[in-house]
């Protein structure tokens, strides 16, 4: 394909095609009318595909989106740029970013020349030429408004790329020397304690426990750096589940024990589900040690399992204090600390950030339900359809 060829699509607000403008590189095959925008996209970059949909919503276009997409099991980059168009989506796509954008202005440009012609037409019939007159200036600065928004979101858009960019280098730059300070106090903790004192032992279990805090915080930046990026690819494979929950129980045992938490798995046999597994386990292990964290000493935190409706639903149930309304509107927005753990446990504010995040790209959603004094509940919901027959998220 040319890299001077491109495709223009004509969406509603959801980004659900209503027809094809211009099709140049031949993508009208793959396409029906009512077909959302964003099935075409590859795995891994669904998300991405509706960041871009919301994107155009929220502020009036975006520019220069590279979106893997596949057409019948064919992967293939592509350049998207949308705009609204009234209260229509129009999205060109091509192969060089550039030429993306300047096919998506000469489809605006032709789409306002025929609105004008049309003014024109009510101009030499209307009664009330000031009115018109005042409507066309007014809407002449709007479109020059929406131009400079345009041109001040691109500005933005890069800027942020720029800073997902530099935050993923430092967090990899950090990682190194956090994992040689981490392995080397753990070795000192392991010394006969009378060798160092009492004093020097405590300094060591403090040099562990901030470098072992630290090295989490980088690993979540490196994470959340990926998903603003678009780069938080999933491995699906099937995956069997009453096993896998036994394994993450297993990992969080060693975290349970400290606190006498007794940790409980209701799970009966099902089919084995597509999803990432190491993802999946990172989702886990935040919803179990959260629960852990937040659970009194002695208290029992339950893992259940079931399936309903054509869904898996994975739920994490505590009998800690509980979570306020207040506390509940912030808890998947960055950095929401909120309060310590039960024992004065620190967290990172990014973990249920993360966990959303690939939830969603998997396809599913999360909520929780909590009363002040009672406990919380997480619920995980995935489809049990295979990944080419999902429709997307929640």
Known sequence: MSERRGTALHCDPHGNLLRVVNDDLGLADFLKPGMPFARLAARGNLDKALSFLVEINQNGAAFDWEINIDLSGELKTLHFTGGKLGEDLLIVAAENGQFAVRLFEEMMRISNEQTNALRAALKDTSRDRELFDEVSRLNNE?????????????????????????????????????????????????????????????????????????????????????????????????????????????????????????????APALPPVWLDEARMTQVLNNLISNAIKFSPRGAEVVIRLEQADGQILISVQDRGAGISPEEQANLFKPFQRGKKGSEGEKSTGLGLVITKRVVESHGGKIWLESRVGEGTTFTVALPTAPPGERSGPG
């Not at 800027?159 to 080397?184: C, Q, S, T, V, W």
């Not at 004093?199 to 994470?223: G, K, P, R, W």
């Open 142 to 266: 709007l479109v020059a408004m929406q131009r400079e928004l345009a041109k001040k979101n691109a500005e933005l858009e890069l800027l942020n790329r720029e800073k997902n960019r530099f935050l993923g280098m430092a967090a990899h730059d950090l990682r190194n020397p956090l994992n040689a300070i981490l392995a080397y106090s753990e070795v000192l903790k392991e010394e006969d304690p009378t060798s160092l004192g009492a004093e020097y032992q405590e300094a060591v279990d403090l040099i562990y426990h901030s470098s072992e805090f630290m090295l989490n915080l980088v690993e979540d930046l490196l994470d959340v750096s990926k998903i603003e990026a678009g780069t938080l690819n999933l491995e699906l494979a099937p995956l069997d589940l009453k096993p896998f929950l036994e394994r993450c129980l297993a990992l969080n045992r060693v975290l349970a024990g400290r606190k006498e938490i007794r940790l409980r798995l209701e």
